[in-house]
């Protein structure tokens, strides 16, 4: 079974508009981290959030801002007033403490068009 | 601070030709992992060390991929004999420890393709 799933294959937002990438995530173990990456077409992932499953206040850094829901095993990100270079591959994963891999969502490809 | 190097970026050759990737992790950074990433697909762990030893091998397809990590730093990641089916971007990523949570660096990726 898929443990990190991202239904949004594609998405296309024109500059400036706000975009939302959805996580849902399958997990048994009471403690686990949530985070999403960006891959740009250079293809290096890079860090960007990282969320434990006992934290789930919401935050804002930057343009970039996240929705936990433990109830819903959702952990959504927003891209807020979009840009060119926000153009990139989103992966969202899950580490669980009962082992140390990640486990990627198939991602979401965002183009933001100018 | 440096990245993850990774090297060669692009290697072609033909099905049942041998093939290695280098990688050289974050100084410092103890654990180290490989990831097979397909087209289209997300990252999928092949081998992930903790030092110089194995914590997790289980997805590596033994018959024909190996790892090493010699004195806990850089790895090489070899196939032989090379399929089709193993075209695809090679990532290696390394983290501070084999701590729940500690975030992942990524190196750019070998992007191999099997003819």
């Known amino acids: 079974a898929q443990k990190v799933t991202q239904a949004q294959t594609e998405i296309s937002v024109v500059e400036k508009e706000d975009v939302t990438l959805d996580c849902v995530y399958e997990?048994?173990?009471?403690?686990?981290?949530l985070f999403w990456y960006k891959q740009p077409p250079s293809g290096e992932l890079v860090f960007l959030i990282r969320r434990n499953s006992f934290d789930e206040q919401n935050e804002i850094s930057g343009r970039y801002s996240w929705n936990f829901q433990k109830s819903t095993s959702s952990f959504n990100f927003t891209i807020t007033a979009s840009q060119v270079v926000d153009s990139a591959v989103y992966f969202c994963?899950?580490?669980?403490?009962?082992?140390?891999?990640?486990?990627f969502g198939t991602g979401t490809s965002l183009t933001v068009i100018p | 601070e440096a990245g993850v190097a990774q090297s060669p970026r692009y290697k072609i050759i033909e099905k049942r030709q041998s093939v290695a990737f280098w990688c050289n992790p974050i100084?410092?950074?103890?654990?180290l992992y490989w990831y097979q990433q397909i087209l289209g697909q997300g990252p999928k762990l092949l081998i992930q060390f903790q030092n110089n030893g194995v914590v997790d091998d289980s997805q590596l397809p033994k018959d024909r991929f190996s790892a090493e990590r010699l004195k806990g730093v850089d790895s090489t990641l070899k196939i032989q004999p090379a399929k089709l089916e193993d075209s695809a971007v090679y990532l290696c990523?390394?983290?501070?420890?084999?701590?729940?949570?500690?975030?992942?660096?990524f190196g750019p990726g070998t992007r191999l393709t099997v003819l």
């Open positions: 994963a899950l580490s669980e403490a009962t082992g140390n891999q990640f486990y």
């Open positions: 100084s410092g950074h103890a654990t």
């Open positions: 990523a390394s983290s501070l420890g084999g701590r729940v949570g500690n975030e992942q660096f």
């Open positions: 997990t048994r173990d009471t403690t686990y981290y």
